[in-house]
């Protein structure tokens, strides 16, 4: 039952911080404990408007000795700038996990993170109790490292 909400003005554009989240193939690259990403399923969703799309992803999760891999549905609603995750299978019983990304300025956004999930293990549970609070600082800042990476240090 972890949860964390998180609002932040970001020195980049809507565009450019939608791009990153979305991009899921990535994540490997840069996020803490994320050992591998495996795109099962990508499709349009004409009905949600114009570029929109759901893909179903594997993303490991390695840390320390546990390696788990679990499945989720993005749904991908650029013109709203909105990404919804919705858990398919693995160590949760649940995993809700949502973006949306308002434009502040030119140059700036607002990044609204919100993720909500309990796993299916009490070991697993009672592990990230522990470090749960340190683990999301630690993701937000590998966000933050990789759209300065990306867009440049002041976007």
Known sequence: MPTHAEKRVMPYSADQMYALIADVRAYPEFLPWCSACRIRKREPLPEAGEGAERIEADLVISFKVFRERFGSRVDLYPQARRIDVAYLD??????????????????SCEVDFFVDFEFKSMVLQKLIGVVFNEAMQRIVRAFEQRAAALYGPQG
Request: net charge positive.
């Open 90 to 107: 693995g160590p949760f019983r649940y995993l809700n996990n949502h973006w949306t990304f308002r434009p502040v300025d030119a140059g």
